[in-house]
Structure formats: C-alpha cells, structure tokens
C-alpha cells in the first residue's frame, strides 16, 4: 500500500517505524525527530550537540511543542534513535515528501505552459569521511535536481563495493520520461546508460583519462575537421569571472559517428576545451574533456548541451559542499549504526526547505533560525506558521 502523502517534514516522522519496545517509550517517536532536526537546523552537528542544544532551550521546545512529558531526551535516547531507525526507510519517506513538495509548488504567474522538454539530473557520490575517523566510512550516492539542487534519492553503497553499484537500486523503478541523467567519469559504464535508456531517459556521461581506451576512442572524432561535404559541428564559446579567474569554456559536438563507437544508445559525442586564466597570477590551465549522450542533434542545441553539462556540478557546488562546509557533515565523528547516513538524509531534506522558503545563503538562514527557535518549528511543521 502506498505511503500517504506528508505535507510537512513532521508528518514524515510520524509514519516512521519505531524499533523501540513499548517499555522503553518515554518520548514520543516523532517528538524525538523534530527536536533533531531542528537542532541540525540551529547549526548542530553532533548527538552530543543536539542534546545540549535541547537543554539549553528547554523551556522554550516544551512551552512551544507541548509534549507528554515536559523533560527533554537524554543524549543516550538520540544517540539510540540515531543509531537504530531503518535508514533505508527514511530515505524513502523523505524520497516522497520531497517528490510532494515538489508537485505542489505553485506555478510563477508569467511562466510558460509548455513543459521543458528535458531537466537535468546528476549523479555522484560522496564519503561522510568524519564518520572514518573511528569506524567504517560511509559512500553515499545521491541523484539530484539541476536547478533547483533538490536532493529526489539517495542510496548507501554497500562495504568494499564501488560507488557505480548504488546507481542502478537509486534509479530503478523511476519514470525516467524527459530526464536526462549526467554522470562524471567514474560512473560511465554501458550497464548504466542501457538501464536510463530503457526507463525512458537520456544520458550525458563524461569520459576521462581513467578510461583511456574509451578517451582515445573519442578524441579521434576530432582530431579532423568534418569536410565542407559533410555536416558540421555544434559549437559554442562562453565566457565567464569570478573566484579570481578568468575561464573560457568552448564546446563542440558531432553526430557523425561512422558506426564506429559501440556505446549503448548514443548519439552525439562532445569535447568541451576549458581555459583558466587566474587573474591576479596570470598563471593558464587548460583541459580537455569528452562526453557522450543519447540526446540526439534534433533534440537538442549545443548551448542546452552545455547548460547539461555545467548543470551536473550543481550536486557538488549546491548540495556536497554546502552539507561538507555550512553544516559541518565531515567534521561530526557519529558513526556507529545508521548514525552517519541518517544525518547525511535529513540534513538533504533541511537544505532543501530552506532553499524552498527563499534562501540562497544557506549559512545566513542556519544563523537566523539558530537565532529564532519559533521560525525553525514552523519550517518543519512541528508548529503553526504565523500569518
């Protein structure tokens, strides 16, 4: 039976399974989350945090959220809850609160009718390394939104097993219509690009140097200039600053295969040449990078193409780095049980409500509702929004 539909991150707690025996049921299952995301919200970052920060504003968590019991949780009750809840569970109920969230945004007055015939979505992973400093280091890939950096799933990858092996159970069953799925060079493999195509979605894979043969392949597609006979590339420059340099990116795309590269569904390659001026040193760095894609000429024009490929890093720029820098994932060392995967999930969902409520300086919003207990319950849910 599916899951009902939750409206606020709250509701999502309240369908969780409770592993806890009816003796040991203090505190109310759904009590216990709220207060932990909420603290994750007011800048903590470690079991230990969110307990001291619950009893630092005690007064204020029960006055507002009115439990059962007016004591707060011990340090040891959220390490267990931490340690022990179904992560596999969560992920899913966040997968569709996220997925609710997303249908129910309304459409801005002025915006076309006409559906985008393609959005981007990336694919990568990323090691919770704080979590290695005393126990096993968890891998997790997570599949995201290009433009709006919405966390939509994210799978563990199993001990001793590459990062490739989570990407087919994170995207299976998955209506995969007018999607195009970007990947970086680790996850380029023909299983993939086979399963994306036959869930109905396109693919845009980077090649590098780790697969050489396959980079060798490509880079003979444009070793040549096409003949005034024969159709020319797709090419575009663009030009932008800032951080300090200067970088230009130029990128060129061919349909003319020859029948020659055996890849599953493709039909374009792409090279995209970068130049990186720094502006203070002068120092240049230039590359070069390969791609391949489903996507056919028809389908696409090269400045898309571009927009695709730029937009994969969204997933580094907007979701990695900010749970690695603004919240402080690398630097908590929980590690024991679900303990790490379950951080790295609600920390995914928290991100993407404050990005839903206006805020692009995600370390200015953690400030304001470090600063406002009130503001942060009513993000969530737990508590009536003002009018």
Not at 7 to 19: A, W
Not at 93 to 120: C, D, Y
Not at 139 to 144: A, D, E, G, P, R
Not at 260 to 289: A, D, N
Request: aromatic share 6%; charged share 20%.
């Amino acid at each position: 039976m599916d899951q009902p539909e939750s409206t606020t991150l709250v509701s999502v707690f309240s369908q969780l399974p409770d592993p806890r025996k009816p003796r040991g049921k203090r505190h109310a299952w759904s009590f216990l989350w709220t207060l932990i995301c909420t603290a994750l919200l007011c800048e903590q970052r470690t079991p230990h945090a969110i307990a001291h920060w619950a009893q630092l504003h005690a007064h204020d968590l029960v006055a507002r959220l009115q439990p059962a019991r007016p004591q707060l949780p011990s340090e040891a009750t959220f390490r267990r809850a931490l340690r022990r809840l179904d992560r596999t569970e969560l992920e899913q109920h966040l997968a569709q609160f996220t997925h609710t969230l997303a249908s129910r945004e309304p459409t801005p007055l002025g915006a076309t009718i006409a559906p985008v015939q393609f959005r981007g979505q990336a694919i990568d992973g990323k090691a919770v390394r704080g979590a290695g400093m005393h126990g096993p280091r968890p891998h997790l890939v997570s599949l995201v939104c290009h433009t709006t950096a919405r966390v939509l799933a994210q799978r563990a990858v199993a001990t001793k097993r590459h990062e490739s092996s989570a990407v087919a159970p994170l995207l299976a069953g998955r209506d995969l219509t007018g999607i195009v799925i970007t990947m970086d060079a680790g996850l380029t493999q023909r299983k993939l690009a086979t399963q994306i195509l036959e869930q109905n979605g396109q693919y845009l894979m980077v090649v590098k140097r780790n697969q050489r043969q396959l980079s060798d392949e490509l880079a003979t597609f444009f070793q040549t200039p096409p003949l005034p006979c024969e159709e020319p590339w797709q090419e575009m420059q663009t030009l932008s600053k800032g951080h300090g340099r200067l970088e230009t990116r130029h990128l060129s795309c061919t349909a003319d295969l020859d029948e020659y590269l055996t890849w599953p569904g493709v039909r374009q390659v792409l090279r995209r040449e970068c130049e990186r001026i720094m502006v203070k040193t002068g120092v240049v760095s230039r590359s070069v990078t390969y791609g391949m894609t489903s996507l056919a000429r028809h389908e696409v024009t090269v400045a898309q193409m571009e927009g695709l490929w730029r937009g994969h890093w969204t997933i580094e720029n907007r979701v990695h780095y900010v749970r690695d820098v603004t919240f402080g994932e690398d630097a908590g060392q929980a590690w024991t049980g679900s303990t790490p995967q379950v951080l790295a999930a609600l920390r995914n969902v928290v991100l993407t409500l404050i990005r839903r409520a206006g805020w692009t300086n995600i370390a200015d919003a953690l400030r304001t509702y470090h600063a406002s207990i009130q503001e942060a319950l009513q993000l969530l849910g737990a508590i009536p929004a003002r009018l």
